[in-house]
């Protein structure tokens, strides 16, 4: 639990590294492209000592890798071609999506604590984006369908690697790793307006040396740690501790990029970290009592 929270809060500031390529040169898909090829390649040594089970775990693995990395290669698209806040409210109704799928898939239990934490996590996302102030819905374009996929499909990922009882977290975020890098090129085929042409190498070479740091301390542990997580987590309490990237986005956003942030921001941040913590303090407690 505290190593998927951990990772949404290191991804919260995934927009930084993300703004700064596309004042580089680096812009819309192509930045997502460079944000999973470069970790992919650097992880080729794991990728060769790993090739036997990745290539001998049958489509189970497969199957989940590529809904987890298109799952997240939308989600990128989404925040590239819609409002920040229309992706994030779209993508992060995953939570309900993942414990509706668990319920039908997995035969889990939707616990009154369950629907406490999905309820606590909705109202701080109501907070935060205030979605209450209204959302125009007449245009609903490319972008905010790839952010209602996204959450979607991250769903059916999360429950398929619950379901896989011999998935290895280290495999499933090598595969994610493989298929999202092929899916984040096929983004770069489709017609969309405004899609910007292919950096030359000059370009990428560049923004390398700060780059490939990024990819190695804020990619790659928070993949490991969500891939390893999906397979011992409810996929529903999974999607609701990853919301920690809303509340690390909007503190960050408000420091570095002047974004508001006033009481309705830090009740919602409370409301979130609340709904993530409620089932974690609830199971400690009870191991804390003897039957």
Known sequence: MVAVALAGFAWGIFWIPLRALDQAGITGVWAIVLFYVLPALTLTPLFILRRHQLLHSGWSLHIAGFLAGLSLVLYAGALVFTDVVRALLLYYMTPLWSTFLARIFLGETITRARWSTILLALIGLVLILEVDQGIDSSTFGPGDWMGLASGIVWAMAAVWMKSDGEGSGTDFTLSYFAW??????????????????????????????????????LIIPPSFAVMWGATVLSPG?????????????AVSAAIWAGEPFGLREVAGIIVITAAGLLEPVQKLGRRAIPP
């Open 180 to 217: 999202g890098s092929l899916a984040a090129f096929a983004l770069t085929l489709l017609p969309f307006e405004g899609a910007a042409p292919p950096p030359d190498w000059a370009t990428i070479r560049h923004v390398l040396p700060w780059v490939l740091p990024v990819a190695i301390l």
């Open 237 to 249: 309490l999974l999607g609701i501790l990853f919301m920690t990237e809303i509340s690390a986005g």
